[in-house]
């Protein structure tokens, strides 16, 4: 069975870290650019960070750039989000995401979610 399963959300204080994962069965994520995005209610899921999947390029939302490095594990099968200096803005539903295109198909996979909670 396909499936992708975030884990690592939490409550944290201002100022602290987090680590997500998100661990892939099923399927390789190798050939999968990953991505994650947040949520929160009343907005619109946002991205946060994505990592390519051919030479591992990443990109970072203007608010959090500084703060969270993604990161892939090809040998564990997952990427992770480094969320450090964690604010209450941060706060959301986390989800990741695994994109492939193999022209003329394309494979998009999402998590679950795991909730972030930052607040004092």
């Known amino acids: 069975q396909v499936q992708l399963v975030e884990s690592g959300g939490g409550l944290v204080q201002p100022g602290g870290s987090l680590r997500l994962s998100c661990a892939a069965s099923?399927?390789?994520?190798?050939?999968?650019?990953i991505g994650w995005f947040r949520q929160t209610p009343g907005k619109e899921r946002e991205g946060v960070s994505c990592?390519?999947?051919?030479?591992?390029?990443?990109y970072y939302a203007d608010s959090v750039k500084g703060r969270f490095t993604i990161s892939r594990d090809n040998a564990k099968n997952t990427v992770y989000l480094q969320m450090n200096s964690l604010k209450p803005e941060d706060t959301g539903v986390y989800y990741c995401?695994?994109?492939?295109?193999?022209?003329?198909?394309?494979?998009?996979?999402w998590g679950q979610g795991t909730q972030v909670t930052v607040s004092s």
């Open positions: 990592i390519s999947s051919s030479d591992g390029s990443t």
């Open positions: 099923g399927f390789t994520l190798d050939y999968y650019a």
């Open positions: 995401n695994a994109h492939e295109t193999r022209w003329p198909e394309s494979y998009d996979y």
